[in-house]
T-cell receptor, first 113, second 112 residues
Framework: DGGITQSPKYLFRKEGQNVTLSCEQN?????MYWYRQDPGQGLRLIYY???????QKGDIAEGYSVSREKKESFPLTVTSAQKNPTAFYLC????????????FGPGTRLTVT | GQNIDQPTEMTATEGAIVQINCTYQ??????LFWYQQHAGEAPTFLSY????GLEEKGRFSSFLSRSKGYSYLLLKELQMKDSASYLC?????????????FGGGTRLMVKP
């Protein structure tokens, strides 16, 4: 089955620790995205990548880092510099040809205490 | 920049019709999406409009007026399972048109 997977579904960390969220897709999509969603709010773009070995900052990139070494993988690291890391993190991908929808993974809920 | 507005919450009755509005301001408009999101789950695609007019898909329809910067999602014959958040997202022509900006979402509660 083709799709996007994110793991784990729930993640707990202590303040001051870096944590990496996984995102894998087997849809052969070129473009991948990371969003953050806070309770009762819409999605805000953290980082995106339109092709392997290239990525760009989104609207709220501070305190986050990404890599795109393989087409199917786009991990997100939440660093200790991120002031309010507790949130629901969603990964998405799209074929990347412009007029196409984004497909979302199931999300990872990160809680930092 | 972009600005997308939609109501925060709406309530409707099972079997009824509800219209969820979305207004936007953007440069280089290149399409508008509606997504449905149940609590704690991933958004799922509902509809896409790039030209003016109405797109119908079963119980759901979406309308777009580019001159007014306005769209709505119409849900007919409401069912309890339609209780969810509905996200309006606008694509503009930044970065080859792959970027979406999302509104805050409208939480719809369907009551018996």
């Amino acid at each position: 089955d083709g799709g996007i997977t994110q793991s784990p579904k729930y993640l707990f960390r202590k303040e001051g620790q870096n944590v990496t969220l996984s995102c894998e897709q087997n849809l052969n999509h070129d473009a991948m995205y990371w969003y953050r969603q806070d309770p009762g709010q819409g999605l805000r773009l953290i980082y995106y990548s339109q092709i392997v070995n290239d990525f760009q900052k989104g609207d709220i990139a501070e305190g986050y880092s990404v890599s795109r070494e393989k087409k199917e993988s786009f991990p997100l690291t939440v660093t200790s510099a991120q002031k309010n890391p507790t949130a629901f993190y969603l990964c998405a991908s799209s074929p990347g040809q412009g007029n196409d929808e984004q497909y979302f993974g199931p999300g990872t809920r990160l809680t930092v205490t | 920049g972009q600005n997308i507005d939609q109501p925060t919450e709406m309530t409707a009755t099972e079997g009824a019709i509800v219209q969820i509005n979305c207004t936007y301001q953007t440069s280089g408009f290149n399409g508008l999406f509606w997504y449905q999101q149940h609590a704690g789950e991933a958004p799922t695609f509902l509809s896409y409009n790039v030209l003016d007019g109405l797109e119908e898909k079963g119980r759901f329809s979406s309308f777009l007026s580019r001159s007014k910067g306005y769209s709505y999602l119409l849900l007919k014959e409401l069912q309890m399972k339609d209780s969810a958040s509905y996200l309006c997202a606008v694509r503009d022509d930044r970065n080859a048109g792959n970027m979406l900006t999302f509104g805050g979402g409208t939480r719809l509660m369907v009551k018996p």
